[in-house]
């Protein structure tokens, strides 16, 4: 089958499965597959691809209109600056949380200081390696309480060649640190999303670790034990940037104060970022 025959039928029939980027994703997973970049497909696009290579891509294509994201397809998603591996055992990188990234940078533009961060609930460990890779001098706590996240975490460290500089921890949010752990920056990603909104998220997400997406309940439960116990983890004057989503955000308690909320490009809510009194 000729190239272009391939991926346009394999266009029309991600389309009629709903996945919102039907040629794009059968491009990329064809480019996986047999190994070549996306100039080469339309320089190839009239000769027939290897038989291989058509039996492998159809089975991700069959696994694409099951609505699985295709960040699992291909093993790997882009964030910030690197791709990080990925599986259904951590969340998939989102374009979103990179504002995180950027609201750290913007408290601590220093970027040749010497910070202690730390990152709760690193999953894929996508934030706290990017921030280890932009604070070159600094060292990345990161944490989970999934064991399997934490492996993969370490495996992209290791990728990016940040992980002399950083440690893992398996535990439940702050419980995981070391007793006296004390931070310059502290950041999280904690599950956010209600129980009631669980019922209309996209088909993907539904491959996704449940444990990551909710907390069961109004999807403050978690951002509200984050801000509570924040203090007892930052130095003074340190500071705390938390992602949230729809739920918003608790009340700041007493011993933070909120420097600012933060937004998307389309305007939509997605954290805020506090500071130690």
């Not at 007793?179 to 904690?190: C, E, H, K, T, W």
């Amino acid at each position: 089958m000729k190239v272009q025959t391939l991926i346009q039928e394999a266009s029309n029939q991600l389309e009629q499965a709903s996945v919102g980027a039907p040629r794009m994703d059968a491009e990329l997973m064809l480019m996986a597959t047999w190994g070549v970049s996306q100039t080469d497909l339309i320089i190839r696009a009239h000769d027939d691809v290897p038989q291989d290579v058509v039996v492998t891509f159809e089975a991700m294509l069959k696994r694409r209109m099951n609505r699985e994201p295709l960040a699992y397809i291909l093993g790997k998603k882009a964030f910030w600056k690197h791709e990080f591996l990925v599986s259904e055992d951590v969340l998939v990188p989102r374009p979103e949380t990179e504002h995180l990234v950027e609201m750290v940078l913007k408290y601590c533009p220093h970027q040749e200081d010497t910070l202690q961060i730390c990152d709760i609930g690193t999953g894929s460990g996508c934030i706290a390696i990017t921030l280890a890779d932009e604070y070159k001098n600094s060292f990345v706590t990161a944490c989970d309480i999934s064991d399997t996240a934490l492996v993969i975490a370490q495996k992209n460290a290791k990728q990016v060649d940040v992980l002399e500089r950083m440690s893992f921890y398996e535990g439940d949010l702050y419980q995981a640190l070391p007793a006296g752990s004390q931070f310059d920056v502290l950041v999280s990603n904690p599950p956010y999303v209600s129980k009631d909104e669980m019922n209309d998220l996209e088909a993907e997400l539904s491959f996704e670790p449940r444990f990551a997406l909710t907390d069961e309940d109004s999807g403050l439960t978690l951002l509200e034990k984050l801000l509570d116990d924040a203090h007892a983890y930052l130095k003074d004057g340190g500071f705390l940037v938390l992602e949230s989503g729809l739920c918003g955000m608790p009340k700041t308690p007493d011993t933070l104060e909120k420097l600012e909320d933060y937004f998307d490009l389309a305007g939509n809510f997605r954290g805020s970022v506090f500071c130690k009194n």
